[in-house]
């Protein structure tokens, strides 16, 4: 059971360039998120998903896509990197309660450097 | 949005000390859930302990307790018997209220230093 993992642990790319961040777990959680950490600011939700095919915007979504298509992946794309999206990005999964999103698990990040 | 205010940057403690970390957090709603996290320097989120705002007890997870006052919307972490591995950093979160219930909100954290 590796729980949540993601791909690449670092990353650095030039303004412009467009990546995908991995996401995956195994814990058939219905719910995933991204996040963004900056420094001083603590977490700031960029995308979510409830369920395969399903996904919805955070606090902070604009320069970013995600899709859903399977349970277990929530891949985080970035279309035209810029400076601004230099950050330490966390993927999450819990399982729903009632239909509320339970306590979250976190990987173990990517640190993101735009140049 | 919702808001989560932790006015602690950083906090000193001594090892074996109980600490007190501060969380308010503003919101209309009735129906909310409380979570606390710690990241060490490693980098991790790690849970601590989660509490619903209909819960009449304060949560407790072995160390930790979560000194929860609905009407001041307060959710204080407290540590007792600190040891040096808590040294971290710690996140209080929120999650949205029933018409926003899938949204996580957290505050900027506080940087806990634990001295032997």
């Known amino acids: 059971n590796a729980g949540v993992t993601q791909t690449p642990k670092f990353q650095v790319l030039k303004t412009g360039q467009s990546m995908t961040l991995q996401c995956a777990q195994d814990m058939n959680h219905e719910y995933m998120s991204w996040y963004r950490q900056d420094p001083g600011m603590g977490l700031r939700l960029i995308h979510y998903?409830?369920?395969?095919?399903?996904?919805d915007q955070g606090e902070v979504p604009n320069g970013y896509n995600v899709s859903r298509s399977t349970t277990e992946d929530f891949p985080l794309r970035l279309l035209s990197a810029a400076p601004s999206q230099t950050s330490v990005y966390f993927c999450?999964?819990?399982?729903?309660?009632?239909?509320?999103?339970?306590?979250?698990?976190f990987g173990p990040g990517t640190r993101l450097t735009v140049l | 949005a919702q808001k989560i205010t932790q006015t602690q940057p950083g906090m000193f403690v001594q090892e074996k000390e109980a600490v007190t970390l501060d969380c308010t957090y503003d919101t209309s709603d009735q129906s909310y859930g409380l979570f606390w996290y710690k990241q060490p320097s490693s980098g991790e989120m790690i849970f601590l302990i989660y509490?619903?705002?209909?819960?009449?007890q304060n949560a407790t997870e072995g160390r930790y307790s979560l000194n929860f006052q609905k009407a001041r919307k307060s959710a204080n972490l407290v540590i007792s018997a600190s040891q040096l591995g808590d040294s971290a950093m710690y996140f209080c979160a929120m999650r949205g209220p029933v018409y926003n219930f899938n949204k996580f909100y957290f505050g900027s954290g506080t940087k806990l230093n634990v001295k032997p």
């Open positions: 998903s409830v369920g395969a095919g399903i996904t």
């Open positions: 999450a999964s819990s399982t729903r309660l009632a239909f509320f999103p339970d306590t979250q698990y």
């Open positions: 509490q619903g705002s209909y819960d009449e």
